[in-house]
């Protein structure tokens, strides 16, 4: 017999990972779990009834039968999203950005993505999700992603209007875009579309302009906040994606409102950097959980990053289910311009994210098991961690830079987490 490993003991206060609440213990029930935690408990010892009644107190066997549950439940089943590589150029010099990575050799091809090549890219997706199951929560997604995209403007004008009449509006359709190139004849190529545009932008002109330049070195504040409001003022969806970083993580909270107060939106994204795509202090993942907590506070009433939202009543317990993976790249498919078939869009240059063109018969490809395969429950730091059951698990692009594998945890993300929750429940 052994204490859960899904126990974790804060000073006299004992959380249950799975059920996501702390317990009411008596103080021997307490002392009983804080001797015996990480140890095995002889069967000549008197065992709590109600440690053993909230199955607190369990055995080797029906832990593992559980675990073995957990990983079945949140393994990805099938495949609801399409990435298209639409090019693989890119007009600005970002020094964050995750292809500059070892890992991948993408922004280095410079090559645009034929029309035929979406097409076949979009045809074949079409089928492979006729099939899925359509539940309460489904979603079904297609992005037209880069480098920068509205650098391939001749495939998005027929790839874009193709997409919308193989999919009725249920069906997302998603532009991710640095928003320097925005024409007015692409504004209406996205509201005719339904296309939801979603704008990298780092936070206040000085702060946005000292990471995201073009190659020349030219600021690019100005005219991605002009484009994001001609958007705005045409009725398309607009998501701004803000990444954190070192530089503009003092005050984060605020510089977010200045955002939502002069867009006048109502959601936003925050992304927290990939783990060794750029280098972080020591106080990165605290800050930012002390910020985030700080703007939902705030201003949760009037905007919100829905993705943390989610997060947070998972890891305040009011939200009980368990989240599926957060990396999704065992859910989707990712073309590249040359045709070949990822399921990672950072990971190039890694074999197993490789899954043949799609001349082939790339759904079958083993590889696919690597990521549906990846799992939180098969890591023991995840295990003993007490947002095991709200975390995703991270960014595999983050593991992977971390230690060449993409088993392992995301350390960024993992560590926002784990102080997201001792903030929340002021531990």
């Not at 947070?312 to 289910?321: C, E, P, W």
Request: include cysteine; glycine fraction near 4%; hydrophobic fraction near 35%.
């Amino acid at each position: 017999m052994k204490i859960s490993t899904f126990i974790q003991i804060y000073d006299n206060r004992v959380w249950n990972a799975l059920t996501k609440e702390f317990l009411k213990l008596s103080q021997d029930e307490i002392e009983f779990i804080k001797y015996y935690k990480d140890k095995q408990i002889s069967s000549e010892i008197e065992l709590p009834s109600n440690l053993l009644k909230q199955n607190i107190i369990t055995t080797e066997e029906s832990e593992k039968l559980l675990i073995s549950n957990l990983k079945k439940i949140t393994r990805d089943k099938q495949i609801q999203s399409l990435y298209l590589i639409s090019s693989t150029a890119c007009n600005l010099d970002c020094d964050y950005c995750f292809y500059r990575s070892s890992a991948s050799n993408s922004l280095k091809h410079r090559q645009n993505m034929e029309y035929q090549i979406a097409k076949k890219a979009l045809l074949d997706f079409k089928k492979i999700v006729e099939s899925n199951i359509k539940d309460d929560y489904y979603w079904q997604q297609v992005t037209f992603y880069g480098g920068e995209p509205l650098l391939n403007k001749k495939m998005l004008y027929q790839a874009i209007p193709f997409t919308r009449e193989l999919f009725d509006t249920s069906t997302n359709l998603v532009i991710n875009t640095n928003a320097t190139l925005l024409e007015d004849e692409d504004i209406n190529l996205f509201k005719n579309n339904n296309v939801e545009v979603q704008v990298s932008l780092d936070g206040d002109k000085d702060k946005h302009d000292l990471h995201r330049k073009t190659q020349y070195g030219e600021p690019t504040y100005q005219v991605v906040m002009d484009n994001i409001k001609k958007l705005l003022d045409k009725g398309v969806k607009v998501l701004p994606m803000i990444t954190a970083t070192d530089d503009n993580i003092d005050n984060f909270s605020e510089r977010l409102y200045s955002i939502v107060s002069e867009l006048g939106i109502d959601d936003f994204a925050v992304n927290v950097l990939i783990t060794n795509s750029f280098a972080i202090s020591d106080e990165y993942t605290e800050k930012l959980a002390t910020e985030m907590l700080k703007a939902y506070n705030n201003y949760g009433n009037i905007a919100n990053d829905y993705a943390f939202v989610e997060l947070y009543n998972r890891l305040l317990g009011i939200d009980k289910t368990i989240s599926k993976g957060s990396c999704g790249s065992s859910r989707k498919i990712t073309v590249f311009p040359d045709g070949k078939v990822y399921a990672c869009q950072a990971l190039e240059k890694v074999k197993q994210n490789y899954m043949d063109t799609l001349n082939d018969d790339y759904m079958s490809n083993q590889n696919w098991e690597c990521w549906k395969s990846r799992s939180r429950f098969d890591n023991s730091e995840c295990l003993n961690c007490s947002s095991v059951i709200s975390c995703g698990g991270g960014c595999a692009t983050g593991s992977y830079n971390l230690n060449g594998s993409i088993y392992d945890i995301d350390k960024n993300n993992c560590e926002y987490t784990k102080k997201l929750f001792k903030k929340i429940h002021h531990i």
